[in-house]
Nanobody, 114 residues
Framework: QVQLVESGGGLVQLGGSLRLSCAASGVIVNMYTMDWYRQAPGKQRELVAQISSDSNTYYDDSVKGRFTISRDNAKNTVYLQMNSLKSEDTAVYLC????????WGQGTQVTVSS
């Protein structure tokens, strides 16, 4: 059974930092394309960052230079380091694993307050 469990969300002040974690079981993260998506109220889910099985990374323009995706193979965990947070980063952040099938975590709330 595949489980993706996100953690690390919370309330942070404008300009602050958070590190999200996605602990995986049932998939080996370095064999999958691992993504972080986010969904704000009333908006579509959007891809924020991605790391491929060969460690290529992708970032949405809105987070480029502020967010960093990484992977710890020993812990089978993917991270999203978020710096210089803005109010528009407020959303539920979801971890996604994609190979033949795609799997989703439940999400973790990130709220940036001014």
């Amino acid at each position: 059974q595949v489980q993706l469990v996100e953690s690390g969300g919370g309330l942070v002040q404008l300009g602050g930092s958070l590190r999200l974690s996605c602990a995986a079981s049932g998939v080996i993260v370095n064999m999958y394309t691992m993504d972080w998506y986010r969904q704000a109220p009333g908006k579509q889910r959007e891809l924020v960052a991605q790391i491929s099985s060969d460690s290529n990374t992708y970032y949405d323009d809105s987070v480029k230079g502020r967010f960093t995706i990484s992977r710890d193979n020993a812990k089978n965990t993917v991270y999203l380091q978020m710096n210089s947070l803005k109010s528009e980063d407020t959303a539920v952040y979801l971890c996604h694993a994609q190979r033949v099938y795609g799997y989703w975590g439940q999400g973790t709330q990130v709220t940036v307050s001014s």
